[in-house]
């Protein structure tokens, strides 16, 4: 019933930046969080960035701490990442997601996009 569509990605070099956004179709949003995971080929899917339905609360995955942001607007149905000081580590496959809470989307989220591309060269 949820679609999630990301958008944004593309090739980038080392310590350049890059915004991805993910728009929602289908139902209300309600008090959903939303949020970011990624996955590198032969690597392990790992979670990137979370926000409250309120933008009160984010979290940050630590290899990303102090280079991405995250946001909302639920008027929009929209949740965007700003992502900058890119490196290589940085190059995935980024997914928007939808979960109960900050929390539970960390491990369990209930929706997920088609993913968009990242690449950074170095």
């Known amino acids: 019933q949820v679609q999630l569509v990301e958008s944004g990605g593309g090739l980038v070099q080392a310590g350049g930046s890059l915004r991805l956004s993910c728009a929602a179709s289908?139902?209300?949003?309600?008090?959903?969080?939303m949020g970011w995971f990624r996955q590198a080929p032969g690597k392990e899917r790992e979670f990137v960035a979370a926000i409250s339905w309120t933008g009160g609360t984010t979290n940050y995955a630590d290899p990303v701490k102090g280079r991405f942001t995250i946001w909302r607007d639920n008027a929009r149905k929209t949740v965007s990442l700003q992502m900058n000081n890119l490196s290589p580590e940085d190059t995935a496959n980024y997914y928007c997601?939808?979960?109960?809470?900050?929390?539970?989307?960390?491990?369990?989220?209930?929706?997920w996009g088609q993913g968009t591309q990242v690449t950074v060269s170095s």
């Open positions: 997601v939808i979960g109960a809470t900050t929390r539970a989307l960390q491990t369990t989220p209930d929706y």
């Open positions: 289908g139902r209300a949003l309600g008090t959903s969080a």
